[in-house]
Protein backbone atom coordinates (compact mmCIF):
# COMPACT_ATOMS: atom_id res chain seq x y z
CA UNK A 1 0.00 0.00 0.00
CA UNK A 2 1.47 3.27 -0.93
CA UNK A 3 1.21 5.89 1.87
CA UNK A 4 2.38 8.83 0.37
CA UNK A 5 4.17 9.85 -3.12
CA UNK A 6 7.04 12.14 -2.88
CA UNK A 7 6.81 16.09 -4.33
CA UNK A 8 6.63 16.31 -7.68
CA UNK A 9 9.10 17.46 -10.33
CA UNK A 10 8.11 19.29 -12.75
CA UNK A 11 5.18 21.34 -13.42
CA UNK A 12 2.02 19.65 -14.69
CA UNK A 13 1.59 19.47 -18.19
CA UNK A 14 -0.70 22.01 -20.16
CA UNK A 15 -2.35 25.16 -18.16
CA UNK A 16 -2.18 23.05 -14.78
CA UNK A 17 -0.40 24.41 -12.05
CA UNK A 18 -1.73 21.99 -9.58
CA UNK A 19 -0.40 18.77 -9.03
CA UNK A 20 -3.41 15.78 -9.07
CA UNK A 21 -2.98 13.14 -7.04
CA UNK A 22 -0.42 15.59 -4.59
CA UNK A 23 0.20 13.15 -1.55
CA UNK A 24 -2.12 10.77 -0.14
CA UNK A 25 -4.52 8.46 -1.26
CA UNK A 26 -7.01 8.77 -4.06
CA UNK A 27 -9.03 5.90 -2.07
CA UNK A 28 -9.16 4.37 1.16
CA UNK A 29 -9.22 0.64 0.55
CA UNK A 30 -10.72 -1.70 2.94
CA UNK A 31 -9.73 -5.09 4.20
CA UNK A 32 -13.04 -6.45 3.26
CA UNK A 33 -11.68 -8.58 0.38
CA UNK A 34 -8.70 -9.73 -1.01
CA UNK A 35 -7.26 -7.03 -4.03
CA UNK A 36 -6.40 -9.14 -7.16
CA UNK A 37 -2.66 -7.92 -8.25
CA UNK A 38 -3.18 -5.26 -11.19
CA UNK A 39 -0.50 -4.84 -13.89
CA UNK A 40 0.15 -1.68 -15.23
CA UNK A 41 2.43 -1.06 -17.92
CA UNK A 42 3.68 2.27 -18.87
CA UNK A 43 5.49 2.25 -22.70
CA UNK A 44 7.16 5.86 -22.85
CA UNK A 45 9.91 7.36 -25.09
CA UNK A 46 10.83 11.02 -25.00
CA UNK A 47 7.61 11.88 -22.97
CA UNK A 48 8.92 13.47 -20.13
CA UNK A 49 6.36 16.71 -20.86
CA UNK A 50 3.48 14.12 -19.13
CA UNK A 51 5.88 11.16 -18.10
CA UNK A 52 5.10 12.18 -14.50
CA UNK A 53 1.93 12.87 -14.58
CA UNK A 54 1.09 9.55 -16.18
CA UNK A 55 2.99 7.89 -13.04
CA UNK A 56 1.53 9.74 -9.63
CA UNK A 57 -2.01 8.90 -11.28
CA UNK A 58 -1.11 5.35 -11.19
CA UNK A 59 0.72 5.55 -7.93
CA UNK A 60 -1.86 7.68 -6.54
CA UNK A 61 -4.17 5.68 -7.09
CA UNK A 62 -2.85 3.67 -3.48
CA UNK A 63 -4.51 0.23 -5.15
CA UNK A 64 -3.44 -2.25 -2.28
CA UNK A 65 -1.74 -4.89 -5.06
CA UNK A 66 0.08 -3.26 -7.41
CA UNK A 67 2.56 -4.01 -9.78
CA UNK A 68 3.38 -1.03 -11.80
CA UNK A 69 6.31 -1.52 -14.38
CA UNK A 70 7.61 1.62 -16.92
CA UNK A 71 9.09 0.26 -19.82
CA UNK A 72 11.17 3.75 -21.54
CA UNK A 73 12.93 3.48 -25.23
CA UNK A 74 16.22 4.95 -24.19
CA UNK A 75 14.42 8.71 -23.90
CA UNK A 76 16.93 11.75 -23.90
CA UNK A 77 14.46 14.44 -22.53
CA UNK A 78 14.57 14.04 -18.76
CA UNK A 79 12.86 10.70 -18.73
CA UNK A 80 15.00 9.28 -16.95
CA UNK A 81 15.31 11.51 -13.99
CA UNK A 82 12.08 11.49 -13.35
CA UNK A 83 12.25 7.21 -13.29
CA UNK A 84 15.02 7.60 -10.94
CA UNK A 85 12.46 9.86 -8.59
CA UNK A 86 9.80 7.48 -9.02
CA UNK A 87 11.93 4.76 -8.77
CA UNK A 88 11.46 3.46 -5.07
CA UNK A 89 7.59 3.20 -6.00
CA UNK A 90 7.81 1.57 -9.29
CA UNK A 91 7.63 -2.75 -9.23
CA UNK A 92 10.26 -2.30 -12.30
CA UNK A 93 11.46 -0.08 -14.64
CA UNK A 94 14.59 0.37 -17.41
CA UNK A 95 15.25 3.08 -19.62
CA UNK A 96 17.23 0.96 -23.23
CA UNK A 97 16.30 1.46 -26.73
CA UNK A 98 13.34 -1.35 -27.86
CA UNK A 99 11.98 -1.42 -31.10
CA UNK A 100 8.68 0.22 -30.68
CA UNK A 101 5.98 0.96 -28.45
CA UNK A 102 4.85 -2.70 -29.06
CA UNK A 103 7.75 -4.21 -27.88
CA UNK A 104 8.01 -2.09 -25.12
CA UNK A 105 4.30 -3.34 -24.02
CA UNK A 106 5.55 -7.11 -24.58
CA UNK A 107 8.20 -6.26 -22.40
CA UNK A 108 6.23 -5.78 -19.73
CA UNK A 109 3.65 -8.17 -20.51
CA UNK A 110 6.49 -10.56 -20.11
CA UNK A 111 7.52 -9.76 -17.02
CA UNK A 112 3.84 -9.27 -15.45
CA UNK A 113 2.06 -11.21 -12.74
CA UNK A 114 -0.85 -9.31 -12.26
CA UNK A 115 -3.94 -11.01 -12.51
CA UNK A 116 -5.16 -8.28 -13.95
CA UNK A 117 -3.16 -6.31 -17.18
CA UNK A 118 -3.32 -3.35 -19.09
CA UNK A 119 -1.12 -0.74 -20.43
CA UNK A 120 -1.30 3.26 -20.24
CA UNK A 121 0.75 5.08 -22.46
CA UNK A 122 2.51 7.96 -20.89
CA UNK A 123 0.62 10.88 -22.17
CA UNK A 124 -2.76 9.28 -20.48
CA UNK A 125 -3.51 9.47 -17.05
CA UNK A 126 -5.94 7.44 -14.51
CA UNK A 127 -8.89 9.51 -13.08
CA UNK A 128 -8.44 8.77 -9.14
CA UNK A 129 -10.46 5.62 -8.01
CA UNK A 130 -10.10 3.40 -11.58
CA UNK A 131 -7.84 0.60 -9.91
CA UNK A 132 -10.95 -0.17 -7.34
CA UNK A 133 -13.29 -0.22 -10.07
CA UNK A 134 -11.03 -2.56 -11.89
CA UNK A 135 -9.88 -4.76 -9.74
CA UNK A 136 -13.83 -4.90 -8.38
CA UNK A 137 -15.23 -5.81 -11.63
CA UNK A 138 -12.81 -8.07 -12.80
CA UNK A 139 -11.98 -10.38 -9.79
CA UNK A 140 -11.78 -13.65 -10.43
CA UNK A 141 -15.35 -14.00 -8.61
CA UNK A 142 -17.16 -11.38 -10.58
CA UNK A 143 -16.65 -14.15 -14.06
CA UNK A 144 -15.62 -10.97 -16.26
CA UNK A 145 -12.18 -11.50 -18.41
CA UNK A 146 -12.30 -7.46 -19.90
CA UNK A 147 -13.60 -4.17 -19.53
CA UNK A 148 -14.32 -0.76 -21.18
CA UNK A 149 -14.77 2.06 -20.03
CA UNK A 150 -14.80 5.93 -21.20
CA UNK A 151 -11.89 8.48 -21.59
CA UNK A 152 -11.96 12.46 -21.31
CA UNK A 153 -10.03 13.56 -24.60
CA UNK A 154 -7.64 16.24 -22.34
CA UNK A 155 -6.60 19.39 -24.68
CA UNK A 156 -3.24 21.06 -24.20
CA UNK A 157 -4.92 24.64 -24.71
CA UNK A 158 -7.50 24.99 -22.22
CA UNK A 159 -10.27 23.92 -24.02
CA UNK A 160 -12.92 21.90 -22.49
CA UNK A 161 -11.96 17.92 -22.28
CA UNK A 162 -14.22 16.04 -24.95
CA UNK A 163 -15.98 12.15 -23.72
CA UNK A 164 -14.97 9.64 -24.92
CA UNK A 165 -17.35 6.98 -24.36
CA UNK A 166 -16.57 3.32 -24.60
CA UNK A 167 -18.85 0.96 -25.45
CA UNK A 168 -18.30 -2.59 -26.75
CA UNK A 169 -20.45 -4.23 -29.03
CA UNK A 170 -19.24 -7.14 -30.16
CA UNK A 171 -16.96 -8.86 -32.36
CA UNK A 172 -18.96 -8.24 -35.77
CA UNK A 173 -19.27 -4.53 -35.10
CA UNK A 174 -15.57 -4.33 -34.79
CA UNK A 175 -15.10 -5.57 -37.99
CA UNK A 176 -17.72 -3.27 -39.65
CA UNK A 177 -15.31 -0.57 -41.26
CA UNK A 178 -18.15 1.74 -42.15
CA UNK A 179 -19.05 1.76 -38.37
CA UNK A 180 -16.55 3.84 -35.68
CA UNK A 181 -16.38 1.48 -33.14
CA UNK A 182 -16.19 3.00 -29.46
CA UNK A 183 -13.07 1.06 -27.59
CA UNK A 184 -10.43 3.60 -25.77
CA UNK A 185 -7.10 2.05 -25.05
CA UNK A 186 -6.45 3.84 -21.83
CA UNK A 187 -9.69 2.35 -20.46
CA UNK A 188 -9.33 -1.38 -21.40
CA UNK A 189 -8.20 -4.13 -18.88
CA UNK A 190 -8.60 -7.57 -19.29
CA UNK A 191 -7.10 -11.01 -17.34
CA UNK A 192 -3.55 -11.92 -17.77
CA UNK A 193 -5.01 -15.61 -18.87
CA UNK A 194 -6.29 -14.33 -21.97
CA UNK A 195 -2.84 -12.80 -22.94
CA UNK A 196 -1.81 -16.20 -22.10
CA UNK A 197 -4.42 -17.21 -24.78
CA UNK A 198 -4.01 -14.81 -27.63
CA UNK A 199 -0.59 -14.31 -26.88
CA UNK A 200 1.18 -10.76 -27.03
CA UNK A 201 0.72 -7.55 -29.19
CA UNK A 202 1.82 -7.34 -32.85
CA UNK A 203 5.15 -5.53 -33.03
CA UNK A 204 4.62 -4.83 -36.68
CA UNK A 205 1.68 -3.16 -36.56
CA UNK A 206 2.43 0.78 -35.56
CA UNK A 207 -0.66 2.37 -35.33
CA UNK A 208 -3.68 -0.26 -34.83
CA UNK A 209 -1.70 -3.06 -32.73
CA UNK A 210 -4.43 -2.25 -30.18
CA UNK A 211 -7.38 -2.30 -32.50
CA UNK A 212 -5.87 -6.03 -33.74
CA UNK A 213 -5.35 -6.96 -29.87
CA UNK A 214 -9.34 -6.15 -29.28
CA UNK A 215 -10.21 -7.88 -32.19
CA UNK A 216 -8.08 -11.10 -31.02
CA UNK A 217 -9.42 -10.62 -27.54
CA UNK A 218 -12.69 -10.51 -29.59
CA UNK A 219 -12.81 -14.12 -30.46
CA UNK A 220 -12.31 -15.35 -27.12
CA UNK A 221 -14.11 -13.41 -24.68
CA UNK A 222 -16.55 -10.33 -24.23
CA UNK A 223 -15.87 -6.69 -22.90
CA UNK A 224 -18.08 -5.68 -20.00
CA UNK A 225 -18.97 -2.03 -20.70
CA UNK A 226 -18.17 0.79 -17.87
CA UNK A 227 -19.97 3.22 -17.78
CA UNK A 228 -17.65 5.45 -15.89
CA UNK A 229 -14.47 7.78 -16.87
CA UNK A 230 -11.55 5.56 -16.28
CA UNK A 231 -8.55 7.60 -17.67
CA UNK A 232 -7.88 11.14 -19.82
CA UNK A 233 -5.77 11.00 -22.72
CA UNK A 234 -3.55 14.18 -23.81
CA UNK A 235 -4.27 15.19 -27.34
CA UNK A 236 -1.39 16.71 -28.32
CA UNK A 237 0.32 17.17 -32.04
CA UNK A 238 3.15 14.67 -31.32
CA UNK A 239 0.87 11.91 -30.39
CA UNK A 240 0.71 9.03 -32.74
CA UNK A 241 -3.11 9.87 -33.68
CA UNK A 242 -2.41 13.85 -33.27
CA UNK A 243 -4.10 13.96 -36.75
CA UNK A 244 -6.99 13.52 -35.60
CA UNK A 245 -6.37 9.83 -36.09
CA UNK A 246 -6.84 10.26 -40.11
CA UNK A 247 -3.79 7.52 -40.29
CA UNK A 248 -5.36 5.49 -37.70
CA UNK A 249 -8.07 5.16 -39.45
CA UNK A 250 -6.57 4.75 -43.01
CA UNK A 251 -4.25 1.78 -41.71
CA UNK A 252 -7.36 0.20 -39.76
CA UNK A 253 -9.31 0.05 -43.67
CA UNK A 254 -6.14 -1.36 -45.00
CA UNK A 255 -5.97 -4.27 -42.80
CA UNK A 256 -9.83 -4.56 -41.76
CA UNK A 257 -10.43 -7.38 -44.44
CA UNK A 258 -7.82 -9.59 -42.57
CA UNK A 259 -9.92 -10.83 -40.08
CA UNK A 260 -13.44 -11.16 -42.05
CA UNK A 261 -12.13 -15.06 -42.19
CA UNK A 262 -12.05 -17.24 -45.01
CA UNK A 263 -13.34 -15.95 -48.29
CA UNK A 264 -14.97 -19.31 -48.21
CA UNK A 265 -17.48 -18.15 -45.57
CA UNK A 266 -20.71 -15.96 -46.24
CA UNK A 267 -19.76 -13.77 -43.81
CA UNK A 268 -16.27 -12.58 -45.48
CA UNK A 269 -18.73 -11.71 -48.81
CA UNK A 270 -21.22 -9.81 -46.49
CA UNK A 271 -18.68 -8.11 -44.82
CA UNK A 272 -17.18 -7.43 -48.22
CA UNK A 273 -20.53 -5.81 -50.02
CA UNK A 274 -21.67 -4.00 -47.12
CA UNK A 275 -18.00 -2.24 -47.17
CA UNK A 276 -18.30 -1.51 -51.02
CA UNK A 277 -22.42 -0.19 -50.31
CA UNK A 278 -20.73 1.83 -47.61
CA UNK A 279 -18.48 3.70 -49.47
CA UNK A 280 -14.82 2.18 -47.69
CA UNK A 281 -14.05 0.40 -50.74
CA UNK A 282 -10.91 2.35 -51.89
CA UNK A 283 -7.63 0.96 -50.48
CA UNK A 284 -9.47 -2.15 -48.64
CA UNK A 285 -6.59 -4.32 -49.65
CA UNK A 286 -3.79 -2.14 -49.77
Not at 74 to 90: A, C, F, K, N, T
Not at 162 to 174: A, D, F, I, P, S
Amino acid sequence: MIDSLPPPLNRAPGNGQEWPWAGGLATAFGAERSWPRITVITPSFNQAEFLEMTIRSVLGQGYPNLEYLVMDGGSRDGSVQILEHYSPWLSGWESEPDRGQSHAINKGLARATGEIVCWLNSDDFYLPGTLEVVGRLLSRESGARAIAGHVDKVYLDGREPVRLEGRYEGRRQLLEIWRPYQMHQAAIFWRRELTEEIGLLREDLNLIMDFDYWVRLSRVTSFVNVDRVLAGCHYHAAAKTGDDYAAYHAARRRRVWRYWGSPARLEFWDLALRTLKNSWWPAWRG
